[in-house]
């Protein structure tokens, strides 16, 4: 099955920085790359996602980069804010149901 | 409406217990699913249904049984479970694939999940 691997798994940034995560897959036949947040005590929403049909996409402050050739890809969030401060996985899909997920990155911005 | 809905809220339970979580969505999805999280890591699928019938099982025990009564509605039953089934439980739903399509839509809405205590 696919393999996610995420990086970091902790992040402090100052407020105003920007924060990258990156996120690599095993299997080359994976085409769906979303990116779920998660607060403290609350449920995963879906920020951003990206087709591997697409290299980049961007929704604001949000930024994903997809290098199918190297398997991995990346969530960018720049001018942070301490609303961005918690969890978030990458996946990958094969179109099976099934989301693979990353290990998680703990964001925390620092006011 | 763009939610998905589980209750309830917060479960405890004991070991001999019998008990029902339960999920809503009125988003026209076909395919629900429930997922099990450990505190600090990533959600585990543990059953996807798709037009109502069992299509994925993730060799889940046969303590947890999951129902699709309707296109609407998810439940899942739980009997004697176990300490270590102690998670949050996490339903969600996304629009049915179509396999024709080359990327078909797979944007998976979580609901807000219920914290089961197993003692």
């Known amino acids: 099955g696919e393999n996610v691997e995420q990086h970091p798994s902790t992040l402090s940034v100052q407020e105003g920085d920007s924060a990258v995560i990156k996120c690599t897959y095993s299997d080359s036949a994976s085409n769906y790359f979303p990116w779920y947040k998660q607060e403290l005590g609350k449920r995963p929403q879906l920020i951003i996602d990206?087709?591997?049909?697409?290299g980049e996409k961007k929704d604001q402050r949000i930024a994903v980069t997809l290098n199918k050739t190297a398997k991995h890809f990346s969530l960018h969030i720049t001018e942070t804010q301490p609303e961005d401060s918690a969890v978030y996985f990458c996946a990958a899909s094969l179109s099976d149901y099934k989301l693979s997920f990353g290990a998680g990155t703990t964001v925390t911005v620092r006011a | 409406d763009t939610e998905v809905t589980q209750t309830p809220k917060h479960l405890v339970m004991g070991m001999t217990n019998k008990k029902s979580l339960k999920c809503e969505q009125h988003?026209?999805?076909?395919?629900m699913y429930w997922y099990k999280q450990k505190a600090k890591k990533p959600p585990e699928l543990m059953f996807v249904?798709?037009?109502?019938?069992?299509?994925i099982n993730e060799s889940v025990p046969s303590r947890f049984s999951p129902e699709c009564p309707n296109s609407s509605l998810l439940n899942l039953h739980l009997h004697a479970l176990q300490p270590e089934d102690s998670a949050l439980y996490l339903c969600?739903?996304?629009?049915?694939?179509?396999?024709?399509?080359?990327?078909?839509?797979?944007?998976?809405?979580f609901g807000s999940g219920t914290q089961l205590s197993v003692l």
């Open positions: 969600a739903s996304s629009q049915e694939r179509r396999k024709s399509m080359k990327y078909p839509n797979e944007k998976l809405f």
């Open positions: 990206i087709r591997s049909n697409v």
């Open positions: 249904y798709s037009y109502e019938k069992l299509s």
């Open positions: 988003m026209g999805h076909r395919a």
